[in-house]
């Protein structure tokens, strides 16, 4: 069965950095999310891209959050200076143009800001 | 902004108990209705989902869902668990016409064999 894989499985970084997350979505998909979990808190919706445009951000979504569609397979979320508070487990999804309300989810990528 | 609420945050019950857990949410108009399971160390897959019709829905492993749209309610059941059951279960609500999910904290349960 096609997943959503998403590298690295954790991500360790130092206040301040920069990070990527990449995600390589189903590829017959054309709908992207990203949502992340803070410990011990619901899954929250960042954003969502089709067209390589967003469709729909959140508030948490500002400007030190980036998506971007770099090739064919990948999606990766940026986070240009990382917080402390960014420290959370990144969820990418997919969903196809037949059935664009069933997303796909990858395992994630936990952040760990020091 | 539309939220979804889950209780009973930790169920642990033996094999072959019935499971029952709910989820509301506070969105008054048309809405998708999810349930999403994460095994341990897995991706969240989905279990079920209701758009429209029979309000009753039946999802993989032998769960069902009801949505009682007078309760804004989607309760997930399982008659009879197994030990495979354990993991962790998410209710998830996207208005209609939108794609934005809002989830519940998740339930987490632990089948004891």
């Known amino acids: 069965e096609p997943e959503v894989t998403q590298t690295p499985s954790h991500q360790v970084t130092q206040m301040g950095q920069e990070v990527i997350l990449r995600c390589v979505p189903i590829s017959n998909h054309l709908y992207f999310y990203w949502y992340r979990q803070i410990l011990g808190q619901k899954v929250e919706f960042l954003v969502s891209?089709?067209?390589?445009?967003?469709?729909?951000k959140s508030e948490i979504f500002d400007d030190q959050f980036s998506v971007e569609r770099p090739d064919g397979s990948n999606f990766t979320l940026k986070i240009r200076s990382t917080k402390l508070e960014d420290s959370a487990m990144y969820f990418c999804a997919s969903s196809w143009l037949g059935e664009i309300n069933i997303q796909y989810f990858g395992a994630g990528t936990r952040l760990s800001v020091l | 902004a539309q939220s979804v609420s889950q209780h009973n945050h930790h169920v642990i019950l033996s094999e072959a108990a019935s499971l029952e857990l709910g989820c509301n949410y506070s969105y008054g108009g048309t809405v998708n209705l999810f349930w999403y399971v994460q095994y341990p160390g897995q991706h969240l897959q989905l279990l079920l989902k209701?758009?429209?019709?029979?309000?009753l829905v039946k999802g993989i492993k032998g769960f069902e869902a009801e949505f009682i749209k007078s309760k804004f309610s989607f309760n997930l059941r399982k008659p009879s668990v197994q030990w495979s059951d354990t993991a962790e279960y998410f209710c998830a609500v996207s208005r209609y016409g939108n794609n934005r999910l809002a989830f519940g904290k998740g339930n987490q349960v632990v089948v004891i064999p």
């Open positions: 209701y758009f429209s019709g029979d309000p």
């Open positions: 891209f089709y067209n390589n445009e967003i469709s729909e």
